[in-house]
């Protein structure tokens, strides 16, 4: 018999009970607190029984955190309690990385390599809002996707650079960078060779006159967030600031590079995995908007004319990168 003396916990975690509902799974993990605690992520059934005959409902609670307007906690009638049968199972699926080489016209420099990346997964088919389950994904990371896409297609039509390409379209970005780190553990190219790494997540939505700024982060038209270009290498950013002046100008945000910055963006995307190798990188970052995470993150709704000055400017820095005689000197320990 568990008792469960707060819910509190358990609605943090909005994250994970999404996940565990739509696949109708109930499993346990530890909490990252010590000392370890069990964290359950019930089936939407489990959820609606836990919650029968309290203040909010199941599907209220979850509408509410889709909306960005989380309930604040709160304890679970006394009497209630509940038993739980924990079974192992182990499920195995198959998924890719897609990687292109453009190699490079030096005949020394072309061994190393500039890295140009995006994850073009997304939540597929989930919990139906407004009656939609198809979780379109235009902005997290269409935008990306087809930004790489331009990119490695304007490096393959124009003269090749010193240095080689190494684009990828990473997999399972959501579901804690599955494709990013199983490519620095199984590289197609020695990590020693990859000078930089950039990677390009959300930067097709800016915002608009409905926007509320109080509670979304979405970019202005011309803004872009940048993260982790000095954490690493104080020259990688200096190199990323001079060819955005000589360039398109825009608006870099720093807002998220803080090392306390309570998101800790620089590390839930798949730029991470390269950091933690020694690779230095640049996250380019266009902010949470009202349609993130939500079937209603559609194609209507991208900036192109901003998602182009963006894919124009990470494609400059990308050619600045393969050409200079030095690769970006690191001057700080991975994080």
Known sequence: MITVPSFGALLGWQGRLRDGMEHGLLSMTASPVRPPIPVVRPSLEMFQALL???PQSALTLLDRAAAGDPAPPFALRPAKRFELQVGIRSDSSATQNVIAVLEGSDPTLKQEYVLVGAHYDHLGIGTPVAGDSIYNGADDDGSGTAAVMAIAEAFGRGPRPRRSMLFIWHTGEERQRWGSSYFVQHPTVPLAQIVAALNIDMIGRTRTAGTDSTKWTVVR?????????????RELGEINEAVNRSYLRLALNYRFDALDDPSQLFSRSDQYSYAEKGIPVIFYYGGEHEDYHRPSDTADKIDYQHLQAVARTVYATAWELANRARRPRVDKSPP
């Not at 038209?221 to 290498?233: K, Q, T, W």
């Open 52 to 54: 029968a005959g309290e």
């Open 221 to 233: 038209p011309g803004e872009l967030y940048v993260i982790g270009s000095r954490r690493m290498s």
